[in-house]
């Protein structure tokens, strides 16, 4: 399984930065990311490049093609470039760096073969010989800016983070309130409710209640005697010959 190449999103991100395209002979060898050389160097390109960033924490995903091997890793001549253009202000880089692009991959060329082998990880490394001041130097400037990279992006994270949790609260707050006048009207039906009950089970509990229930019936009866008594009187075809 053959790993991507590091450098190969930056290439069509940052056209006439002066970052060649990923090509490997068959004769070379593909390198690991993640060997302790790329660790070192791939930080120091992460403002001309921000895409690095975000893969720095997985490298061994990641390899490094020779073209790319050579031009950043064991050269530092493009950086150099780089920084004396200031690649960040974007005004007329592309113009300057088509004009630089014959000259760095014949400085590359020409330093490509200063540098000693190391072997790290099973495969085979071109290493630099640089001065332990120069090492660390470069190790804090790395650390510092991935520490402030993964700083904005926790910062991020704790804004959205906040915004979830007012939303969160202002929909407890609001769901409690429904909560509370759902309960009262669920207390007033049930007190009602009680009270019908009561009176429903308790309507012939005495003598009086009784003999009221009876009147009522009978009352009800005698109404409805009346009324037919009334409707026959009134009923004048019943003595009809017809």
Request: proline fraction near 2%.
């Amino acid at each position: 399984y053959e790993l991507p190449c590091t450098l190969a999103p930056s290439v069509s991100l940052h056209e006439g930065s002066g970052l060649l395209d990923c090509e490997t002979k068959d004769s070379q060898t593909i390198r690991h990311a993640d060997s302790k050389l790329a660790k070192n160097r791939l930080p120091l390109y992460n403002s001309f490049f921000p895409e690095l960033v975000q893969i720095q924490t997985h490298l061994e995903d990641f390899s490094l093609c020779e073209k790319h091997y050579n031009q950043l890793i064991i050269s530092d001549f493009l950086r150099q470039v780089l920084l004396n253009a200031n690649y960040s202000n974007k005004q007329n880089r592309q113009a300057y760096y088509l004009d630089l692009e014959n000259e760095l991959v014949e400085k590359q060329a020409r330093t490509e073969h200063a540098y000693e082998m190391e072997v790290e990880k099973n495969t085979c490394e071109i290493g630099v010989q640089t001065d332990e001041i120069d090492n660390t130097s470069h190790t804090l400037e790395n650390d510092i800016f991935l520490l402030q990279a993964q700083l904005n992006i926790k910062v991020s994270e704790i804004e959205n983070l906040k915004k979830q949790l007012e939303y969160a609260y202002d929909y407890v707050v609001e769901s409690w309130g429904q909560i509370q006048e759902i309960n009262k009207i669920n207390n007033e039906l049930s007190e009602k409710n009680k009270e019908l009950k009561s009176k429903w089970e308790n309507r012939f509990n005495s003598q009086k209640k009784r003999i009221n229930s009876i009147v009522q019936i009978a009352n009800y009866e005698r109404k409805n005697i009346y009324n037919d008594i009334e409707s026959l009187i009134l009923n004048k075809q019943r003595f009809s010959l017809n």
